[in-house]
C-alpha cells in the first residue's frame, strides 16, 4: 500500500484516506476514514484539489462486488486457473522434496547429493506462486485444507520465509539462504516416532520430551553437509525463544542467530494456521493476535514488527467474517492495531474494529 496524492474528482469510493484532513485548522475527517460517496461529497464542497490517500498497487480499492456474496472469495480462489496450477506445482514440489527429506535422514553416504538437489529444486520455489492476482500466502492458505504434513508445513515456513525476507529488505542471496533454512528447519522430525508427531491432541510429557530432540536430530543430520552454517543454526535454534523459554537449550537473546530468530516466527505462525486432525486451521488474525501476546517475551521486536505489518498487508481486500457473523472487506490495519482492521461490509456499513473491542475477526471467506 502507497500513500497517494490523487485528484479529488478521481478518488475511488471507498479508499482509505492517508491524511488528516484540516480546513482552516478544524479537521474534516482523520487519516483512515473510508471515503463513502457522502463523505467525498461533502468533503468536496470544501473544494479541495487532492486527497491523500492509500492505493495498493495491484489491487483497486472499490467495494467488493455483490457476487461475493454469493460465492466466497476463498471458493472463488480456490476454483481459478492460478491456485489449480499454484497446486499441481506444490503437489509435485512436495512428493520430490519427501522423497529428498527421507533420503537425507536414510543414506548418509547420500547427503550432500541430495542437498545439492535440495538447493537447486528451491531456486525454483519463486515459480510456484506465479500468479498476478493472488501472492503465495493466499495459495498456502487454500492449501491447507488439502496437505498439512511435517513437509507442506516445512515447504510453507519456506515460502512464507521468502516474504519475510522481502519485507526485511535482505539481500538475494539472504533470501534464499533463508528459503532454505525454512525447509530444512523441521528435518529432525523425521526421526522421531512418527506416531508422537501425527497424535492429535495434547501430548504426555515423555512425548513432549521425544519431539524437543527434533531441532538436534536436525542440527545433526545437516552439520555433515556444506550448507552455510546459518541453515544449520536455525534447525538447532528454531525452538529457542528470546527470553530463554525455549529448547532444546533455553538460550537467550544475543545467542540466538538472527535467522534462527525469523524461522522461529514464521514457524509459530505457519504451525498455528495449520489444520490439525482436531481442529480446523485457525484465522490467521487469531494468530497475530495471540503471537502478539507473546511479542515482547519471546520473539525479537523488530522482526516481529515486521512481520505483523508484512502479513496483515496481505490481507488488504480479503474477505472475512466477524464474531457477529457481520461479513466485509479488510480495508486498512493501522500499525499498532494490526488485528483491529477497518472492515468494510457486503452491506455498505463500515465497522472500525478498533472502536468494538468484543469484535473479533473469526475467519476469512
Ligand atoms: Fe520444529
Not at 478518488?11 to 491524511?19: C, D, G, K, R, T
Not at 506465479?130 to 501472492?135: F, G, L, V, W
Not at 472487506?329 to 465497522?351: Q, R
Not at 472500525?352 to 473479533?360: A, C, G
Request: glycine share 4%; hydrophobic share 35%; aromatic share 10%.
Amino acid at each position: 500500500m502507497n500513500i497517494v496524492s490523487t485528484p479529488l474528482e478521481s478518488v475511488p469510493p471507498y479508499s482509505i484516506l492517508a491524511e488528516d484532513v484540516y480546513v482552516n485548522f478544524t479537521l474534516i475527517s482523520p487519516s483512515g476514514s473510508i471515503l463513502t460517496p457522502t463523505l467525498l461529497s461533502n468533503i468536496k464542497k470544501y473544494q479541495l484539489e487532492s486527497l491523500n490517500i492509500w492505493v495498493d498497487e495491484k489491487k483497486d480499492s472499490s467495494p467488493p462486488p455483490a457476487a461475493l456474496t454469493r460465492k466466497t472469495q476463498l471458493e472463488q480462489m480456490k476454483q481459478s486457473s492460478d491456485f489449480k496450477e499454484f497446486k499441481q506445482n506444490y503437489t509435485s514440489t512436495l512428493s520430490s522434496f519427501q522423497q529428498n527429506m527421507y533420503a537425507l535422514v536414510n543414506d548418509p553416504s547420500h547427503q550432500q547429493e541430495v542437498i545439492n538437489s535440495i538447493v537447486e529444486e528451491s531456486l525454483h520455489y519463486s515459480e510456484l506462486h506465479t500468479s498476478e492476482e493472488y501472492n503465495a500466502l493466499d495459495m498456502i492458505i487454500c492449501m491447507k485444507e488439502f496437505d498439512d504434513s511435517t513437509f507442506s508445513h516445512s515447504l510453507n515456513v519456506s515460502l512464507i520465509c521468502e516474504a519475510f525476507g522481502s519485507w526485511l529488505n535482505m539481500s538475494k542471496e539472504n533470501i534464499e539462504l533463508l528459503r532454505l533454512a525454512g525447509l530444512l528447519h523441521d528435518i529432525g522430525k523425521l526421526t522421531i516416532d512418527k506416531d508422537i508427531i501425527t497424535k492429535p491432541g495434547k501430548l504426555l510429557d515423555h512425548e513432549f520430551n521425544e519431539i524437543k530432540k527434533h531441532p538436534l536430530a536436525g542440527y545433526q543430520i545437516l552439520k555433515n553437509t556444506d550448507l552455510d552454517v546459518r541453515i544449520h543454526y536455525a534447525a538447532l535454534q528454531h525452538h529457542e525463544k528470546i527470553d530463554g523459554s525455549g529448547y532444546p537449550f533455553g538460550i537467550k537473546e544475543k545467542q540466538i542467530h538472527y535467522i534462527s530468530k525469523i524461522v522461529s516466527i514464521v514457524d509459530v505462525y505457519e504451525a498455528m494456521t495449520a489444520t490439525r486432525c482436531y481442529r480446523k486451521p485457525m484465522c490467521p488474525f487469531k494468530v497475530l493476535q495471540i503471537m502478539r501476546h507473546d511479542a515482547t517475551t519471546k520473539y525479537d521486536l523488530n522482526l516481529i514488527a515486521t512481520f505483523f505489518s508484512g502479513i496483515t498487508s496481505t490481507y488488504i481486500n480479503k474477505s472475512v467474517e466477524l464474531s457477529d457473523g457481520s461479513k466485509g472487506v479488510v480495508k486498512y490495519t493501522a500499525k499498532s492495531e494490526f488485528d483491529k482492521p477497518t472492515i468494510v461490509c457486503f452491506n455498505g456499513k463500515i465497522i472500525h474494529m478498533k472502536e468494538h473491542p468484543e469484535l473479533y475477526i473469526k475467519e476469512l471467506i
